[in-house]
């Protein structure tokens, strides 16, 4: 093998375009380059030459990279190409994610609210998920390798680098026994790591649990050197994230701890089961129990159902009222997540201010204004739900083509990686055929590429269509709801002297009054 030479400017495998170097690690050294038939800007990640000391590191890395190929998943960095350079160095082309990494964001801005690190942590867990249903399992999961993007109008859109890279690159099985090495980074470390012997995917699941808890309070669960945060994370049960945040849901808290029980039978079995307790805590974006709307939430509910503010029949007390507004910010989480549910807790008032609507109509009030008011309302409301469900059908759609479409490409770029990778050590008698092959995928590439735009853009075309509509929608439902308020409070008026109405009066005055909350 010949003395390593530095890419910048180069173009290698026919394909790439080095536009210049990116970083550099103990293994390897990571460029950014250009396809030059795609056109779209990717990183390759070249390994250092002692890394491939071994006779047989090749066949080792060309199944390691085969497996982590098949790991492609919208939360995972995909790996699409291999090859080797004419110094004998390997390389690996795969996504390149453009963002700052949570590590970065943690220490310049602390500590994530509960909604950011509720759509960071279930994009992770998902992304273990998937990759350990393909028998994968990252065992270096920390904030370093977690990059947010922008992908498609969405912000914080997770990629997760470097899963599987240690097989890779070998530094584990059989080469990890022998040089007696530990695997991973001492803050994120799960127990079971310290036995090298062994591979547990919920290693990953207790590493998410540290993750978790940085990013929930801004610090690991363990702090010192190495030798005294292994220690720890061996012997020492942590302090409860809630202990040094108050801010922290406490069904998140419950969520970390058990991630980070010491026996992994006690963690979450499986990236499913955490992304499933994950959607269940207050504040996480886009819970499942409504319609998330651009101002709005709609909520999922029956019209007569109980909200926040709602004012029992037996306790018509001042501070009945008052409870009922608590609730509204008990229920809808602490002040960390105020932010983010304003507008769902808004939504949920009003759905309040209905259902005492009907309530006057049921007790057998006759006035039509209400009558005719409330059914503008609930027709807004339903129309506002119909746009919303064709908005989640695209959503759901555009999933399924983008994911379909890394399969499919990885797949296909694999493909024409391993036909270069035989062709360079391939008689010279045979590069015809291959040639002829190498061509085929290309074509099959290029249209699967086409489609795959053409598609997507369609989709755009029809979400930005139904996004019209729903703004127009939302602005019609809200001043719809404001003029059931003023009409329920001339009636309302009218039953104060009524002292069989104090409840309903009462009710009325808690609703108006959290509604003041959020319209100024």
């Given at each position: ?90 390389y ?7 963002g700052?990494?949570?590590e ?11 909604p ?19 028998h ?16 498609r109008g ?50 990953d ?10 990013l ?11 030798i ?9 049960t942590?302090?409860p ?17 058990q ?44 019209a007569?159902g109980?909200w ?10 001042s501070?009945?009222?008052?409870s ?57 409301k ?11 059908t ?20 694999f ?12 008689p ?75 409840t ?17």
């Amino acid at each position: 093998m010949t003395r390593s030479t530095s890419l910048s400017g180069a173009i290698f495998g026919e394909r790439y375009k080095v536009v210049h170097k990116l970083g550099e690690g103990a293994t390897s050294e990571v460029y950014l380059v250009e396809h030059a038939h795609i056109g779209r800007r990717e990183a390759v990640n070249v390994l250092k030459p002692e890394v491939a000391l071994e006779p047989a590191f090749v066949q080792r890395f060309r199944r390691e990279a085969r497996a982590i190929n098949r790991v492609q998943h919208q939360n995972i960095i995909g790996i699409y190409d291999f090859g080797m350079l004419p110094d004998g160095r390997l390389y690996l082309a795969m996504e390149y994610a453009d963002g700052p990494s949570c590590e970065h964001l943690l220490r310049d801005g602390g500590r994530f609210n509960t909604p950011r690190a509720l759509r960071v942590l279930h994009q992770l867990a998902n992304a273990i998920g998937h990759a350990h249903r393909h028998h994968v399992v990252h065992r270096d999961l920390k904030p370093g390798n977690m990059v947010l993007v922008e992908h498609r109008g969405q912000h914080d859109v997770l990629k997760v680098l470097d899963f599987g890279m240690a097989k890779i690159v070998g530094l584990e099985g059989d080469n990890l026994t022998r040089r007696g090495e530990v695997f991973g980074t001492p803050e994120y470390m799960a127990p079971e790591l310290l036995d090298a012997t062994t591979t547990d995917p919920r290693s990953d699941i207790y590493a998410v649990g540290c993750i978790a808890y940085e990013l929930a309070t801004g610090q690991p669960p363990f702090s010192g050197n190495h030798i005294q945060m292994i220690h720890a994370h061996m012997e020492q049960t942590p302090v409860p994230p809630k202990d040094r945040e108050p801010l922290i849901p406490p069904t998140l808290d419950s969520i970390i701890m058990q991630c980070l029980a010491k026996d992994p039978d006690d963690r979450f079995q499986t990236g499913e089961q955490l992304s499933s307790a994950l959607r269940q805590v207050v504040g996480f974006p886009g819970r499942n129990d409504g319609v998330r709307t651009g101002k709005l939430w709609i909520p999922a509910v029956p019209a007569t159902g109980a909200w926040p503010v709602e004012v029992h029949e037996d306790n018509t007390s001042s501070e009945s009222t008052q409870s009922g507004l608590q609730r509204i910010h008990d229920d809808m989480g602490h002040a960390d997540t105020a932010s983010a549910t304003a507008n769902e807790t808004c939504a949920g008032v009003y759905e309040s201010l209905m259902a005492l609507a009907e309530r006057l109509l049921d007790a057998g009030a006759q006035d039509q204004t209400v009558v005719v008011s409330l059914a503008r309302v609930r027709g807004y409301k339903d129309d506002l739900v119909k746009v919303m469900a064709q908005r989640e059908t695209l959503h759901a759609l555009e999933g399924k083509v983008e994911q379909l479409a890394r399969e499919r490409e990885g797949s296909l770029r694999f493909a024409l990686g391993e036909l270069n990778f035989n062709r360079q050590s391939a008689p010279g008698k045979v590069h015809t055929e291959l040639d002829f092959q190498i061509a085929e995928l290309g074509k099959r590439l290029g249209e699967l590429l086409s489609e795959t735009r053409a598609e997507l853009k369609r989709i755009e075309d029809e979400s930005i269509e139904l996004a019209a509509q729903q703004a127009v929608l939302e602005d019609q439902w809200e001043a719809s709801c404001k003029q059931l308020r003023e009409v329920l409070g001339k009636r309302i008026d009218v039953l104060r002297k009524d002292k069989a109405a104090a409840t309903i009066v009462e009710r009325y005055e808690a609703i108006t009054s959290a509604l003041d909350m959020f319209e100024d």
